[in-house]
């Protein structure tokens, strides 16, 4: 499996972006998908995930009401829609996917990674 997360860029606060992440592969071989963040000088820290077949959902506390991930089966494709963005957001972001992850939230669950797409937010 293969993950190319797109979608970064330079937005002032309160702003929006929208990431996605292209899969390749068969979708059988990843049952949760999500994206991660890692500011500089800090640890990845998980953002939101996605189960692939339900769509069930699960997000940071901190993203909660701003961000809204979603996924399209038919494209293989995730998205993260970022709305009322904040300094604090300021990081690269990943993709990535999950077989039969007991914890969503844990980065060891998570077998395929993207290469990471930079957000920057400007006070």
């Known amino acids: 499996v293969q993950l190319q997360a797109s979608g970064g860029g330079l937005v002032q606060f309160g702003g929006s972006l929208k990431l996605s992440c292209a899969a390749s592969g068969p979708t059988s071989t990843y049952y949760v998908m999500g994206w991660w963040r890692q500011a500089p000088g800090k640890n990845r820290e998980f953002v939101s995930a996605i189960t692939w077949t339900g769509g069930s959902t699960t997000y940071t506390d901190s993203v909660k009401g701003r961000f809204t991930i979603s996924r399209d089966t038919t494209k293989k494709t995730m998205y993260l829609q970022m709305n009322s963005l904040k300094p604090e957001d300021t990081a690269v972001y990943y993709c990535?996917?999950?077989?039969?992850?007991?914890?969503?939230?844990?980065?060891?669950?998570?077998?395929?990674w993207g290469q990471g797409t930079q957000v920057t937010v400007s006070s």
């Open positions: 990535a996917a999950a077989q039969h992850p007991i914890r969503v939230t844990s980065a060891l669950e998570y077998t395929y």
